[in-house]
């Protein structure tokens, strides 16, 4: 008897006729008079700390709003919910585009959730600098886990944050902890400065490579690696076993070459088949180990207050940079100033110069 192919999201199915009685204009009206209506801060924050996703979903919406008549209620749901917080693990995967994040992330959160536990995925999409929009499609690329019970997946679109990590993602932490998700991970974009955001304000910092892409010699020379508590090789299977053993040792003896790190955690590197899902337990073994080390020296917590701290100066900066652009006058002049640039009448320093002081 033959298997039955397994349905996929990523393929076309024959569409289905919509029931009439659901896409008429009144109810439609309906649907979105429920979208619309916002919830008071004691009811949203009392449905998260049960667990309901949808208020959940709701409240990371509203704190990644850039509506300023948000952003009071915004700040009220995070302080309540900050006592039930830094409860935790928090994992932050990194590696170029290609390399099989969403597969991997799906793996290693099936995996986890076959141990009891409750994972909240926080996907970043990078926004394009045209168009300002993002595809969002990890909940896609992770069918099954996104059907599972013990998993919620947010995808969230990049703007013009840092490095690609959403401005918000901070916040979106405190909001999972909250409803219960005790495994969070961070998946970054994979590419500009985005790894140095998601490294402050995770514990535990996964570098995904693959072998035979020629990236080997450039994966050791990149930044990156300084701030990897793991590397793992993905799609170590089939024919490609071969050369991904080879990579593990390069990558062995390429972090054996640098300084100890603060944490006094010796990086380890491990081979992995996202796509067989093998090698994702022997993965989460090393994550539980890296935690109980940094526990026992008391990096763990020292780390994270100092997160804290950084963060706490980067809502500043933001907050500065947010405030000043929405001055009306600064609006006006910088129209002014820009078309002078253009016109080859001033110099970008001398403008900036001149908007600063306007501020005064």
Not at 90 to 101: A, H, L
Not at 226 to 254: P, Q, T, Y
Request: glycine share 6%.
């Amino acid at each position: 008897m033959s298997k039955k192919p397994k349905s996929s999201a990523l393929h076309e199915t024959d569409g289905v006729s919509s029931p009439s009685d659901i896409t008429d204009a009144s109810s439609i009206k309906i649907i979105q008079q429920k979208r619309r209506a916002r919830l008071d801060t004691e009811t949203l924050v009392s449905e998260i700390l049960v667990g309901n996703i949808t208020a959940l979903s709701r409240a990371i919406t509203l704190i990644e709003s850039s509506n300023p008549k948000h952003l009071q209620q915004a700040n009220d749901v995070i302080k309540r919910c900050l006592p039930y917080a830094n409860t935790s693990i928090r994992v932050g995967i990194t590696g170029v585009p290609g390399v099989g994040k969403s597969t991997f992330i799906e793996a290693f959160g099936l995996h986890l959730t076959t141990l009891g536990k409750k994972i909240a995925v926080l996907a970043v999409d990078p926004s394009s600098s045209l168009s300002k929009g993002s595809i969002l499609g990890d909940k896609t690329r992770m069918e099954d886990l996104v059907k599972n019970d013990n998993a919620f997946i947010r995808p969230s679109a990049s703007g013009t944050s840092l490095g690609g990590v959403a401005r918000k993602t901070r916040e979106s932490i405190i909001l999972c902890e909250a409803a219960g998700f005790d495994t969070i991970v961070i998946e970054t974009v994979g590419v500009g400065q985005s790894e140095t955001a998601v490294h402050s304000m995770v514990d535990f910092f996964l570098l995904l490579k693959i072998a035979g892409a020629g990236d080997e010699l450039q994966g050791i020379k990149r930044g990156i690696i300084e701030m990897a508590d793991a590397i793992a090789i993905n799609k170590a299977d089939g024919e490609n076993l071969k050369a991904a053993k080879l990579a593990k040792v390069e990558f062995n003896r390429a972090l054996h070459l640098y300084p100890q790190k603060e944490s006094e955690w010796q990086p380890k590197v491990s081979l992995c088949s996202a796509l067989h899902r093998e090698g994702i337990s022997d993965l989460w073994l090393l994550i539980s180990e890296y935690i109980t080390h940094t526990k026992a020296n008391d990096y763990f917590q020292n780390h994270r207050t100092e997160q804290n701290k950084f963060w706490l100066l980067q809502t500043i900066e933001d907050r500065l940079k947010s405030d000043f652009f929405n001055q009306t006058k600064i609006k006006e002049a910088l129209k002014t100033q820009l078309q002078l640039i253009e016109d080859e009448e001033t110099t970008p320093f001398v403008a900036a110069e001149y908007l600063l002081n306007l501020k005064n």
